[in-house]
DNA sequence: GCGACAG
DNA sequence: ATCTTGTCGC
């Protein structure tokens, strides 16, 4: 894997946010990944932590789409070395995520972050930090909001509503199962709204959560 | 100044 | 995120 920048190492809160005003021009909103019928490698991406939160722990489960099945994994164990600040997410947990797809054999062709994407203050949730610095296809999926308003969705399976912020729409709040909680997508790289739903929906099959986060919450919690 | 606030 | 058992409901 080569990131198309390097990740930014030692920033104070500050400078993080000036940076994530530098780099979210860079988010593709288009679609620019496999037709979903051609689609064969999906990724869910999580973060845990061990020892009282000195070490970050994430993990990448690639699963065979359609069907699910996993295919390969990867786990990278990092110092911790930035606080969890609202808004600043990332600088926390990339580092790690980084370093776990670079022990792929081989990339997928979209990721499913646990996080926000364009759902975030400044336009630059962790699924879009992921996406742009590896240029990877990425989805965020939340499983609550960080920022933004909506209108409460419909309570049966594939009811959403737009998540709307200062006059745009940042994301959708989706009902992934009928009378559950729903979750935020965003657009995090190089996908669109409408496909980041579809492919949401088409990795959740019996829970609220798609296979691929589950798979990547297990191996980085559980 | 007062709330809100991904994981 | 993490510390943690039982309990309510389908």
């Known amino acids: 894997m080569h990131a198309s920048a390097p990740h930014p190492e030692g920033l104070t809160p500050s400078e993080a946010i000036a940076w994530q005003r530098r ?3 860079r988010v593709e909103t288009t679609d620019r990944l496999p037709a979903l019928a051609e689609l064969t490698r999906v ?4 973060v845990g932590f061990e020892d009282l939160g000195r070490i970050t722990r994430a993990a990448v489960a690639v699963l065979s789409y359609p069907d699910l099945q996993p295919v390969e994994q990867a786990i ?8 969890y600040i609202p808004g600043l997410l990332s600088f926390r947990e990339a580092p790690a995520v980084l370093a ?3 022990q792929l054999s081989a990339l997928p062709e979209v990721l499913l972050v646990d996080g926000q994407g364009l759902a975030h203050p400044r336009r630059f949730g962790l699924a879009c930090h992921l996406g742009v610095l590896t240029d990877l296809p990425a989805i965020g999926v939340g499983k609550t909001r960080l920022t933004g308003t909506y ?8 009811a959403w509503s737009p998540l ?5 729409t940042i994301g959708a709040v989706l009902r992934s199962r009928s009378g559950v909680a729903p979750l935020f997508i965003s657009i995090g790289h190089r996908i669109s709204l409408p496909t980041a739903l579809a492919l949401t929906m088409a990795c959740t099959r019996r829970y609220r959560l798609p296979e691929t986060t589950r798979a990547a919450h297990r191996l980085a919690s559980g």
């Not at 990278?76 to 606080?83: H, Q, V």
């Not at 709307?164 to 745009?168: A, D």
């Open 23 to 25: 780099q979210a021009p």
């Open 43 to 46: 990724a869910g991406v999580d």
């Open 76 to 83: 990278a164990r990092l110092p911790t070395t930035f606080p």
């Open 100 to 102: 776990a797809l670079a």
């Open 151 to 158: 209108v409460e969705p419909g309570q049966e399976r594939g």
């Open 164 to 168: 709307e912020h200062k006059g745009e």
